[in-house]
């Protein structure tokens, strides 16, 4: 079992930055592939960002690439999203997922945190 919890949403003005960290229970965290997803409102959960469990591959939506990077550090069971350039259209809830196997299908998410950013 793990449990996840987020934290660094807020408000922020169009161009500005935040960092989401995502802080992860358990000992086995180095043993699961980390993802960062969003949902706006009216809209479905779409995938924001991936991270393999030793962090040497990370992959991204096309929406997000070249401003978004993820990242992790297995000593402290947390993965971060760090988001530059942020446009209005990034506003959204961010959710922190965890799977063994496959992100396509999370077995565990977080609670998710309100990222809102102001034209």
């Known amino acids: 079992q793990v449990q996840l919890v987020e934290s660094g949403g807020g408000l922020v003005q169009a161009g500005g930055s935040l960092r989401l960290s995502c802080a992860a229970s358990?000992?086995?965290?180095?043993?699961?592939?980390m993802g960062w997803f969003r949902q706006a409102p009216g809209k479905e959960r779409e995938f924001v960002s991936a991270?393999?469990?030793?962090?040497?591959?990370?992959n991204y939506s096309d929406s997000v690439k070249g401003r978004f990077t993820i990242s992790r550090d297995n000593a402290k069971n947390t993965v971060y999203l760090q988001m530059n350039s942020l446009k209005p259209e990034d506003t959204a809830v961010y959710y922190c997922?965890?799977?063994?196997?496959?992100?396509?299908?999370?077995?565990?998410w977080g609670q998710g945190t309100q990222v809102t950013v102001s034209s």
């Open positions: 997922a965890a799977d063994r196997v496959s992100l396509s299908a999370p077995d565990y």
């Open positions: 358990g000992r086995t965290f180095s043993t699961y592939k």
């Open positions: 991270i393999t469990r030793g962090g040497g591959t990370t």
